[in-house]
């Protein structure tokens, strides 16, 4: 089969196609025909060398999350045949024509969404649900402030949030700002132009939203906290902006009974991730479309221009997800 490699750390153009061996199928696995990749933000860090290590251990291929058809299924596979549209994630191994996945990591895809769609789902859904509900613990009628509010994720969380029935706030790029209004968010912050903690304090009358979902990390730590109201969850997504050098008022995490949570999905066991993509579908997976949800493709890249795709996450112009296309006959 065709796929991606990656033979050192660099810049997007080490990024080769090549022919490489097909998947071996395991007890718990289907064996699914690639229509469709998503590229994420850790596949940026894993090309350029931030992880140490060019793979993770299940592939030695790049590539998070997949949309196809299962051709084969392991021994020990329930709920999945051949012919199946499925969408989850993989542990590497996306960027391919071919992949293998765990079943318990595979979704059904959504009636009416073509395969493009499909892969913009699983890492931004799951990723988002488990900092929104899981451990953000948001409720209708709350306020929730998400960072990086135009990015996979953050374009996922922006329509979770809306659809909980909570007020959303969000950041991003001025001329994004009108897409995410779009998607759900009502309280709109130009991060460039605009300090967000002076519009949160402004717009609630100095009460504080209830939860924060934030990708950016130390930069925007001490006015996370100081946005948070009393009881108020800061879910840590990611460190873009780093992870060292924040101010931590603790005497405001103290009197306002605050709580910080992280989430990372790479560094969980198997089974925290079943579980993760467990939550996601059974919350929101059987009326996905008719909640409002609709996943937010960026821009579509032929598998085979990977480093353009690369390129276009690193430029930061993206609302929504990057997806690869992975070119069969009759594929959606």
């Not at 990024?15 to 490489?20: F, G, I, M, P």
């Not at 931030?50 to 592939?59: I, M, V």
């Not at 969380?157 to 994004?176: E, Y």
């Not at 066991?269 to 993760?276: F, I, L, R, V, Y």
Request: hydrophobic letters at 45%; a negative charge; glycine letters at 12%.
């Amino acid at each position: 089969m065709k796929a991606i490699t990656l033979p050192s750390f660099g810049d997007a153009d080490v990024l080769q196609l090549a022919e490489v061996p097909d998947p071996v199928l395991r007890p718990h696995d289907l064996l699914v025909r690639n229509h469709a990749a998503g590229v994420n933000r850790a596949d940026v860090n894993q090309r350029r060398g931030a992880y140490g290590r060019t793979d993770f251990g299940d592939s030695a291929l790049m590539g998070l999350e997949i949309a196809g058809e299962v051709l084969a299924v392991g021994d020990a596979v329930q709920g999945f045949a051949p012919g199946d549209r499925v969408m989850g994630i993989v542990g590497g191994g996306a960027y391919a024509e071919l992949a293998r996945i765990d079943y318990r990591m595979a979704m059904p895809v959504p009636a009416g969404l073509a395969y493009v769609e499909a892969a913009a789902i699983p890492e931004a859904y799951v990723t988002a649900h488990e900092a929104l509900l899981h451990l953000g613990q948001l409720r209708p009628g709350e306020r929730v402030l998400i960072h990086a509010a135009a990015s996979g994720v953050g374009s996922a969380a922006v329509q979770l949030a809306a659809a909980c029935g909570a007020q959303v706030f969000a950041t991003a790029s001025g001329h994004k700002l009108d897409q995410l209004n779009a998607l759900g968010a009502s309280v709109l912050i130009d991060y460039q132009r605009e300090d967000f903690q002076a519009v949160v304090e402004q717009t609630t009358a100095g009460g504080g939203v209830d939860v924060i979902v934030d990708f950016i990390g130390a930069p925007y730590f001490e006015r996370n906290i100081l946005s948070l109201a009393n009881g108020g969850r800061l879910v840590q997504v990611g460190l873009l902006g780093g992870g060292t050098g924040a101010s931590v008022p603790l005497e405001r995490i103290l009197y306002g009974h605050l709580r910080i949570l992280g989430t990372v999905m790479k560094s969980r066991t198997p089974a925290e991730k079943h579980a993760m993509v467990n939550r996601f579908s059974a919350h929101w997976l059987a009326d996905f479309q008719a909640r409002g949800l609709k996943p937010v493709v960026d821009s579509v890249v032929p598998l085979e221009r990977a480093a353009e795709a690369h390129r276009r996450m690193e430029s930061n112009q993206n609302l929504g997800k990057i997806v690869l296309a992975v070119n069969h006959h009759g594929a959606a």
